[in-house]
C-alpha cells in the first residue's frame, strides 16, 4: 500500500513526498484505492453479461453521495491497511479523509436515497446502474451574514474527482426542437438542435467488495467544439457561444426540492439525461439480443419521482420510429420496462409541463403522449388525463407509464391510494405498492459512527453490517451492566467531539452532557422547525421563570438549507439565528439552554451530527412527510424520536416499541379533519397561554430589537394562514417534549430506551428495501446467488 501511494504521487500526481500538499495525499490514496476495486467491477460486468443477467436501471436527477473514500475504503476492508501506511508515511488518515469535498448532487431525501440504493444493490449483488447527470455545481453552499442565508456556487469539479473514469467513447447525441413529419407511415424528427452526452462512470462496489455496479453520469458537451469560422473572422465570443450554451445543460442542479415551474432548462435537464439512458441501455441490450420483444425480460427502469417520466414517450419513441415497433405493442412494452416511485403529495410538487413549451423542445414527444392519451382513455373511459388545462401531468403520465407505482413509507402509499392517484387506483388497483425506505448501514453506522460500531462487533461479529436485523441480539445487552456502561460512552464520546467541533467553527461552547436535540433537514413549513424554535422560546420563558427548577439542560441543534426563492423558508432561518443571538447570550439560562445552527448542513455534516445526537425530531404535519429518512439514521444510531405519525415514523414507532418514543400531534386524518375548521389557529393560539406569550414576544421585536417588525410577517402567518398546524400541534409538542426532559434525567433508562431503538432498527436497511424492489417490481436476481442455488 505504502508503495502504491507513492507511486501514485509520483507518476499520477508528479509530486514526490516532500512537496505533496494534503490533496496531493489524497489524491494518491484515492487513486490506489480505486486501483484495488477494479477487479472486482471488471468480474461483476462479466457475470452480469454470461448469465444474461436482468439488469436495474435506477434514473434519477439526484445522487447525493457525499463524501466517497471513507464508503470505498471499508467496503474493500482497507481501512487498516490504509491508516498504517499513512501513518509510515508520516501523514494523518482523518486530515485526508476530510479534504474530499461532498459530491452535492442532490437537495436532500430524495437523492440521498438514490445513494443509499447504489450502496444495497452493490452488496446484494444485483446488477445495476445508477443513470443521473454529472452537475458541475451541486447544491449551493449555505452561509449566514446577519443570519440570514446567503449562497454560493458550489464547486466541487474544481479539484480532480478521484473515483471517476471519464468515457469519451461513450457518447449519445441529445436532439432537441424542430418539427416532425409523417411520411408513408414512418414518422421523422428534424430537431433543429443537438448536443453530446459524455458518461463519466463511478464504480459503486458492495460491501466487502464482492460486487461493482456503476454510477453513470451524463454530461453535456457541443457536438462541435468550436465555431472556427467566427474565431477567424475575429468574433471570439461567437466562437465559443454553441460551446458555452450546450454545456449549461449539466451546469447546475436546481437548488428547489418542490418545483421551479416552468423552466426550459430543468426540462432539457430531464430529456437530456433521460435519452442518453436510454439510448445507452438499449445499446448494452442489442449487443447481445435480437428480440425487443423480450425487452423486458432483460430491462428493469426505475423512475425516481416524475423527473425521468419523459422516459415513458421516449422508450416508444425509440422503439416505434427507430426500431420499427407498432405503436399499439410499443406501449405495453415501454410499461413492462416501466416502474415509478412517488415520494410527495403536494400539490405544488407535482410536474407539470405546459403543453406549448414541451411541443416546443420535444414536439415527437408531445405526439406520443397523446396517443398514451387516447389509448387509455380508449381502454378505461373516463380515466384521468395526462392532459389538462394546457398542461402535460408528469405524474399521471409516469403512473400511465408504469407497471408498478411505489409509495416511500406504508402510511404515504395509503395516502397515495386515496389522494393524488385515486381514480387511477380504481382502474388500476393492483399497480401501486409500498416500498419503505430504508438507510444503508454501511455509511449510517459503521462508517459515521466507529464507536458504537466497534461496540456491537465486538459483542456479535461483524455479521450486522450486510444483515442489520442481526441488531435484535442486542436487546439481550440491556441488562450486561458493562455492555449498558459502554454504549452510554460511546454517545458521551460523540458528544464530546461534536462539541469540539462546534466550539472550533461556531464559537459556542457546549455542555456534552446535556440533551442534544438535532432538527437537520431542508428547511420547510411543514416539517415545522418554527414549531421546534417556538417550544425553544418557549421553555426559555418557563426557566426564566423557574429558575430553582431542576431543569434538563438542552441543546437545540438546527441544521438545513432553504430553497433560494422560498422567502418564508429564509425568513424561519433568520428567527432562528435571531432566537439563538438572544438566548445564547442570557445568563439567566447560561449552561441549560443553547441552540446552535452551523452553515451548510450536508452529507457529512449529518455523519458528525446524527452519531452525537440524544433526541431525533421528526416533527412534520402528519401526512406531509412521504417517508423520511434521517428519521432512520438517528433512531439507528441510538436516539430516540419526538414525532408525529407521519411517514416512516409510524413503522419506526412500531419497530422500536410505542414506550421508546416521544409520540405528540394531531394524526393525518385529524389534520384534513381540523383544516375545515374555520378561525383553527386562533382558536389554538387562544387556548394556549404559552403559545400566545411567545408569539406575543417575536411579534414586539424582542429578537430583532432594531427592527421590531422584522418578523411580522411569520406571526401572522400563524393567526392566518397556518396551513401546516404549527398552532394547533405545539402544546401536544410541548407536552411531549416536557416528558423527554423527565426521561433524560434517569440517564440508564435513557440509555436503555436508545439501545432498544439501535436493537430494533435493523429492518430499515435499504438491503430489505431494494429486495422488495427486486422481487415485487424488478423481477430482478443477483446472478452469484443464481449459480451458487
Ligand atoms: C422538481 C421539478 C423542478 C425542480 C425541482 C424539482 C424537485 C427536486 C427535488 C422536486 C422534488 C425534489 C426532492 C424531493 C424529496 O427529496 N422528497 C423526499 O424523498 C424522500 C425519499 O423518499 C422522503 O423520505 C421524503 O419524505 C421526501 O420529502
Same mark, same amino acid.
Given at each position: 500500500?505504502?508503495?502504491?501511494i507513492?507511486? +501514485?504521487l509520483q507518476?499520477?500526481?508528479?509530486?514526490?513526498?516532500?512537496h505533496?500538499?494534503v490533496?496531493?495525499?489524497?489524491m494518491?490514496v484515492?487513486?490506489?484505492? +480505486?486501483?484495488q476495486?477494479?477487479?472486482?467491477?471488471?468480474?461483476?460486468?462479466?457475470?452480469a453479461?454470461?448469465?444474461s443477467?436482468?439488469?436495474?436501471?435506477y434514473?434519477?436527477?439526484?445522487f447525493?453521495?457525499?463524501?466517497?473514500i471513507?464508503?470505498m475504503?471499508?467496503?474493500?476492508?482497507?481501512?487498516?491497511?490504509?491508516r498504517?501506511?499513512?501513518?509510515?508515511?508520516?501523514?494523518d488518515?482523518?486530515?485526508i479523509?476530510?479534504?474530499?469535498?461532498d459530491?452535492?448532487?442532490?437537495?436532500?431525501?430524495?437523492g440521498?436515497?438514490?445513494?443509499?440504493?447504489?450502496?444495497?444493490?452493490?452488496?446484494?449483488?444485483i446488477p445495476?446502474f445508477?443513470?443521473?447527470?454529472?452537475?458541475?455545481?451541486?447544491?449551493?453552499?449555505?452561509?449566514f451574514?446577519?443570519?440570514?442565508?446567503?449562497? %454560493?456556487?458550489?464547486?466541487?469539479?474544481n479539484?480532480?474527482h478521484?473515483?471517476?473514469?471519464?468515457?469519451?467513447?461513450?457518447?449519445f447525441?441529445?436532439?432537441f426542437g424542430?418539427?416532425?413529419? /409523417?411520411?408513408?407511415g414512418?414518422?421523422?424528427?428534424?430537431p433543429?438542435?443537438?448536443?453530446?452526452?459524455?458518461?463519466?462512470d463511478?464504480?459503486?462496489?458492495?460491501?466487502?467488495?464482492?460486487w461493482?455496479?456503476?454510477l453513470?453520469l451524463?454530461s453535456?458537451?457541443p457536438?462541435?467544439?468550436?465555431? =472556427?469560422?467566427?474565431?477567424? +473572422?475575429?468574433d471570439?465570443?461567437?466562437a465559443?457561444?454553441?460551446?458555452?450554451?450546450?454545456?449549461?445543460?449539466?451546469r447546475?442542479?436546481y437548488p428547489d426540492?418542490t418545483?421551479d415551474?416552468?423552466?426550459?432548462?430543468?426540462?432539457?435537464?430531464?430529456?437530456?439525461?433521460?435519452?442518453?439512458?436510454?439510448?445507452?441501455l438499449? %445499446?448494452r441490450?442489442?449487443?447481445?439480443?435480437d428480440d425487443?420483444?423480450?425487452?423486458?425480460e432483460?430491462?428493469? @427502469?426505475?423512475?425516481?419521482?416524475?423527473?425521468?417520466?419523459i422516459?415513458?414517450?421516449?422508450?416508444v419513441?425509440?422503439?416505434?420510429?427507430? /426500431?420499427?415497433?407498432?405503436?399499439?405493442?410499443?406501449i405495453?412494452?415501454?410499461? !413492462?420496462?416501466?416502474?415509478?416511485?412517488?415520494?410527495?403529495?403536494l400539490?405544488?410538487?407535482?410536474?407539470k409541463? *405546459?403543453?406549448?413549451? $414541451?411541443?416546443r @423542445?420535444l414536439?415527437?414527444h408531445?405526439?406520443i403522449?397523446?396517443?398514451?392519451?387516447?389509448t387509455?382513455?380508449?381502454?378505461?373511459?373516463?380515466?384521468?388525463?395526462?392532459?389538462? /388545462?394546457g398542461?402535460?401531468?408528469?405524474?399521471?403520465?409516469a403512473?400511465?407509464?408504469?407497471?408498478?407505482v411505489?409509495?416511500?413509507?406504508?402510511?404515504?402509499?395509503?395516502?397515495?391510494?386515496?389522494?393524488?392517484?385515486?381514480?387511477l387506483?380504481?382502474?388500476h388497483?393492483t399497480?401501486?405498492i409500498?416500498?419503505t425506505?430504508? @438507510?444503508?448501514p454501511? %455509511?449510517?453506522?459503521?462508517?459515521?459512527?466507529?464507536?458504537?460500531?466497534?461496540l456491537?462487533?465486538?459483542?456479535?461479529?461483524?455479521?450486522?453490517?450486510?444483515?442489520?436485523?442481526?441488531?435484535? !441480539?442486542?436487546?439481550?445487552? +440491556?441488562d450486561?451492566a458493562?455492555f449498558?456502561?459502554?454504549?452510554? !460512552?460511546?454517545?458521551?464520546d460523540?458528544?464530546?467531539?461534536?462539541?469540539?467541533?462546534?466550539?472550533?467553527?461556531?464559537g459556542?461552547?457546549?455542555?456534552?452532557?446535556a440533551?442534544?436535540?438535532?432538527?437537520?433537514?431542508r428547511i420547510?413549513?411543514y416539517?415545522?422547525?418554527?414549531?421546534?424554535? $417556538?417550544?425553544?422560546?418557549?421553555?426559555?420563558?418557563?426557566?426564566r421563570?423557574?429558575p430553582d427548577h431542576?431543569?434538563?439542560?438542552?441543546v437545540?441543534?438546527?441544521?438545513?438549507?432553504?430553497?433560494?426563492?422560498?422567502?418564508?423558508?429564509?425568513?424561519?432561518?433568520?428567527?432562528?439565528n435571531?432566537?439563538?443571538?438572544?438566548?445564547?447570550?442570557?445568563?439567566?439560562?447560561?449552561?441549560?439552554l443553547?441552540i446552535?445552527?452551523p452553515?451548510?448542513?450536508?452529507?457529512?455534516?449529518?455523519?458528525?451530527?446524527i452519531?452525537?445526537?440524544d433526541?431525533?425530531?421528526?416533527?412534520?404535519?402528519?401526512?406531509?412527510?412521504?417517508s423520511?429518512?434521517?428519521n432512520?439514521k438517528?433512531? $439507528?444510531?441510538?436516539?430516540?424520536t419526538?414525532?408525529?405519525?407521519d411517514g416512516?415514523n409510524?413503522?419506526?414507532?412500531? /419497530?422500536? *416499541?410505542?414506550?421508546?418514543?416521544?409520540?405528540? *400531534?394531531l394524526?393525518?386524518?385529524?389534520v384534513?379533519?381540523? %383544516?375545515q375548521?374555520?378561525?383553527?389557529?386562533r382558536?389554538?393560539?387562544?387556548?394556549?397561554?404559552? =403559545?400566545?406569550?411567545?408569539?406575543?414576544?417575536?411579534?414586539?421585536?424582542?429578537?430583532?430589537?432594531?427592527?421590531?417588525?422584522?418578523?411580522?410577517?411569520?406571526?401572522?402567518?400563524?393567526?392566518?394562514?397556518?396551513?401546516?398546524?404549527?398552532?394547533?400541534?405545539?402544546?401536544?409538542?410541548?407536552?411531549?417534549?416536557?416528558?423527554?426532559?423527565?426521561?433524560?434525567?434517569?440517564a440508564?433508562?435513557?440509555? !436503555?430506551?436508545? $439501545?432498544?431503538n439501535?436493537?430494533s432498527?435493523?429492518?430499515?436497511?435499504?438491503?430489505r428495501?431494494?429486495?422488495?424492489y427486486?422481487?415485487?417490481?424488478?423481477?430482478?436476481?443477483?446472478p452469484?446467488?443464481?449459480?451458487?442455488?
Open positions: 500500500m505504502k508503495d502504491d507513492l507511486n +501514485r507518476f499520477s500526481l508528479g509530486k514526490d513526498a516532500d505533496a500538499s490533496y496531493d495525499w489524497r494518491a484515492s487513486l490506489t484505492v +480505486r486501483d476495486m477494479v477487479d472486482t467491477w471488471f468480474n461483476s460486468t462479466k457475470e453479461y454470461a448469465a443477467s436482468k439488469r436495474v436501471y434514473l434519477s436527477m439526484e447525493l453521495i457525499g463524501r466517497l471513507e464508503d475504503i471499508s467496503n474493500l476492508q482497507l481501512e487498516d491497511t490504509v498504517g501506511a499513512l501513518t509510515d508515511l508520516g501523514q488518515f482523518d486530515e479523509v476530510h479534504d474530499e469535498p459530491a452535492a448532487l442532490g437537495n436532500g431525501g430524495l440521498r436515497l438514490a445513494a443509499c440504493f447504489m450502496d444495497s444493490l452493490a452488496t446484494l449483488g445495476a445508477g443513470y443521473g447527470i454529472r452537475y458541475e455545481h451541486g447544491l449551493f453552499e449555505q452561509s451574514a446577519q443570519g440570514q442565508q446567503v449562497e %454560493r456556487p458550489e464547486t466541487w469539479l479539484q480532480r478521484a473515483w471517476e473514469f471519464e468515457r469519451p467513447e461513450v457518447q447525441p441529445i436532439c424542430g418539427h416532425v413529419d /409523417h411520411h408513408d414512418k414518422t421523422t424528427w428534424h433543429s438542435e443537438k448536443v453530446l452526452a459524455t458518461a463519466y463511478t464504480p459503486v462496489i458492495g460491501w466487502k467488495n464482492e461493482g455496479n456503476t453513470r451524463w453535456a458537451e457536438v462541435s467544439q468550436f465555431d =472556427l469560422d467566427s474565431f477567424n +473572422r475575429g471570439y465570443l461567437a465559443g457561444r454553441s460551446e458555452a450554451l450546450a454545456r449549461t445543460i449539466s447546475v442542479l426540492d418545483t415551474s416552468g423552466k426550459e432548462l430543468r426540462l432539457k435537464q430531464e430529456y437530456f439525461f433521460t435519452a442518453a439512458s436510454i439510448q445507452d438499449m %445499446r441490450y442489442l449487443q447481445d439480443h425487443l420483444r423480450q425487452l423486458p432483460h430491462v428493469a @427502469i426505475q423512475l425516481n419521482d416524475t423527473h425521468p417520466a422516459a415513458g414517450p421516449e422508450l419513441r425509440v422503439l416505434v420510429d427507430e /426500431h420499427g415497433i407498432d405503436m399499439a405493442e410499443a405495453p412494452l415501454a410499461r !413492462a420496462c416501466l416502474a415509478y416511485t412517488n415520494h410527495t403529495l400539490p405544488e410538487a407535482l410536474e409541463w *405546459g403543453e406549448w413549451l $414541451l411541443g @423542445i414536439p415527437r408531445l405526439e403522449i397523446r396517443i398514451i392519451e387516447e387509455q382513455q380508449r381502454e378505461h373511459p373516463g380515466s384521468p388525463r395526462i392532459l389538462e /388545462h398542461d402535460v401531468r408528469m405524474g399521471e403520465l403512473f400511465i407509464m408504469a407497471h408498478k411505489n409509495g416511500v413509507s406504508a402510511l404515504h402509499t395509503e395516502l397515495v391510494k386515496e389522494t393524488v392517484f385515486a381514480d387506483h380504481r382502474i388497483p399497480r401501486i409500498n416500498q425506505n430504508g @438507510i444503508t454501511r %455509511r449510517w453506522l459503521y462508517n459515521c459512527n466507529p464507536g458504537l460500531r466497534d456491537i462487533t465486538d459483542a456479535m461479529g461483524d455479521g450486522w453490517v450486510a444483515d442489520l436485523e442481526q441488531l435484535t !441480539a442486542l436487546k439481550a445487552k +440491556r450486561d458493562a449498558m456502561q459502554a454504549f452510554q !460512552a460511546s454517545k458521551r460523540n458528544k464530546a467531539a461534536l462539541s469540539n467541533w462546534i466550539g472550533q467553527t461556531c459556542i461552547a457546549l455542555d456534552p452532557d440533551m442534544f436535540d438535532v432538527q437537520i433537514k420547510h413549513e416539517k415545522r422547525q418554527l414549531m421546534n424554535l $417556538l417550544e425553544t422560546v418557549a421553555l426559555w420563558n418557563d426557566m421563570d423557574n431542576d431543569w434538563t439542560p438542552r437545540k441543534i438546527f441544521g438545513g438549507k432553504a430553497a433560494p426563492g422560498y422567502y418564508m423558508a429564509k425568513d424561519i432561518i433568520r428567527l432562528i435571531d432566537v439563538a443571538e438572544v438566548i445564547n447570550n442570557d445568563p439567566a439560562t447560561k449552561g441549560r443553547k446552535v445552527y452553515p451548510n448542513y450536508n452529507v457529512t455534516m449529518a455523519e458528525r451530527l452519531p452525537a445526537s433526541l431525533s425530531e421528526q416533527i412534520s404535519t402528519a401526512g406531509k412527510e412521504a423520511g429518512t434521517g432512520m438517528f433512531a $439507528l444510531n441510538g436516539a430516540l419526538i414525532g408525529t405519525l416512516a409510524v413503522e419506526i414507532r412500531e /419497530h422500536v *416499541g410505542s414506550e421508546n418514543f416521544f409520540l405528540f *400531534g394524526t393525518a386524518a385529524e384534513m379533519e381540523r %383544516r375548521h374555520h378561525g383553527y389557529a382558536a389554538a393560539i387562544e387556548a394556549s397561554p404559552r =403559545l400566545q406569550r411567545v408569539l406575543g414576544q417575536i411579534a414586539e421585536g424582542r429578537f430583532a430589537p432594531h427592527d421590531t417588525g422584522r418578523y411580522h410577517g411569520v406571526v401572522g402567518m400563524l393567526y392566518d394562514h397556518d396551513y401546516f398546524l404549527v398552532t394547533c400541534d405545539f402544546d401536544s409538542y410541548f407536552d411531549a417534549q416536557r416528558r423527554a426532559d423527565n426521561a433524560y434525567q434517569n440508564d433508562n435513557w440509555a !436503555a430506551m436508545a $439501545l432498544m439501535t436493537a432498527m435493523g429492518w430499515f436497511s435499504s438491503d428495501t431494494i429486495k422488495g427486486a422481487r415485487d417490481i424488478w423481477n430482478a436476481h443477483p452469484r446467488a443464481a449459480m451458487d442455488r
